[in-house]
C-alpha cells in the first residue's frame, strides 16, 4: 500500500475520525440543499428576465439572419446583371 494511502486508513480508520467526517459530508449537503432553496426562491423573478433575454437575442438573431439573406440576395442579383 502506497504511503499516502497508508495515512489516510490510518487517519480515518479510527472511529470518532470517522463520526467527525460523516458529520462533515452531512452538514456540506445540508448546505447545498439550503443555497439551491434560496436559488429557487430567487429563480421565479430570474426567469422572466432569462426569457425576456433570450427573446431579446432571439429577434436580434432574426435580424441578422434576415439581414445576412438580404445581402446574398443582392449579391446574386448584381451577378446576374452582370453576366
Known sequence: MCE??????N??????????????????KVDKLDILDKLGKLGKLDLLGL?????????????G???LLGLLGLS??????NS
Open 76 to 81: 446574386d442579383k448584381s451577378n446576374k446583371f
Open 51 to 63: 426569457l425576456s433575454l433570450l427573446g431579446l437575442l432571439g429577434l436580434l438573431g432574426l435580424l
Open 65 to 67: 439572419l434576415l439581414g
Open 11 to 28: 487517519v480515518y480508520s479510527k472511529p470518532v475520525k470517522l463520526l467527525k467526517l460523516l458529520k462533515l459530508v452531512k452538514r456540506v
Open 4 to 9: 499516502s494511502c497508508y495515512k489516510f486508513v
